[in-house]
């Protein structure tokens, strides 16, 4: 969608916008986390620990809050992209508050058996997924048409400056799933090895997938038919893709479906890890029940409960209210990774330009110019 209504450049602008905000905070992430002993919390400990315990607080319950609710998105992507399938299409379409609820449900049950299994789960879908990337981008690279790819270099109907932010907006929490990893940090053998080159893989990976897709789609599916009928590209790029598959077209939802279980899970099973070390912290009064973890494994089931019923309470408003809940849900998302990767970045700065004689990172692809960049461009955007 962001393709077909701002142009092959506009999006690729968006996306580059997008990844050098992440990029930037995975510099300062990995300049931090290199510097000190990472437990569990992720960017929340580091913040803590570097600016202290009252910027930490509220960063932290931004963090929380940003990737609680991507449970809620994820998981309306994952029943649209279930909608997709034709056997299911009308289920949906009559019951799609309590599909989305059920599906929820299920991804919290997993979640409440242990991250482990939901690990392991992670190897499963990433297989689907290769397949499901390899046969929509071999068939865009089949029906790769140059005047096509000309055609769709520009915006359709020559969207404003807001249009561009809007779908800026709602785009951005795609590029923000490194977040997730970094937040699970308490459950890593070595942090300050494995989070730079976790975060940082995700990035580039991401980028370079993402870019691809943005080019083959510019290329391979119409944007407005011969009679001027609105295309694929606009109306429908995810039936787009399918036909760009062919006989395997079939790999195409279930890529969707696949890419979506994977991120709603891994969102479920960060986000209440942030909660209990803040509770542990013991910061916040309120919060102190929710620092109890199981005996076996310490899984935080009482922050994942809460995150539960943050997900149950963001689908009904957002499905009852809005016509479009995904792009409701995004923007409010986008608001709250920005603010999280600005303080990111304002810590590392602070520590870096200030010559703290204790702030010696391991992680040498640091300045504090990058971290003042990406302080910069995110405060310039939230």
Known sequence: VVVGQAGLIRALAILLL???ITTLSCLSISAISTNMEVKGGGVYYMITRSLGPELGGAVGLTLY?????SVPFYVIGFVDSLRGINAFTEFINSNYLAVCLSALGFFFFISWVGANVALKLQFIILGILFLSIVSFMGGLIADFDVSRFTDNLS???????SAFWLLFAIYFPAVTGMEAGVSMSGDLKDPGKSLPRGALAAVFVGAFIYGIQMILMAGGIDRVFPDGAPGSLIHSPYRGLKNAAGVIGFLVPAGAIAATASSALGSFVAAPRILQAIARDDLFSILKPFAKGTLKGDEPRRALALTLGLGLA?????ILTSENALNA?????TMFFLASYGTVNASAFVEAFGKNPSFRPRFKYFHWLTALTGVQIGRAHV
């Open 18 to 20: 997008g990844k050098s």
């Open 65 to 69: 809050l940003a990737i609680g609710l």
């Open 155 to 161: 915006a359709w109907d020559s969207p404003d400056r």
């Open 314 to 318: 963001t689908l009904a408003v957002a």
């Open 329 to 333: 849900v995004a923007a409010v998302l």
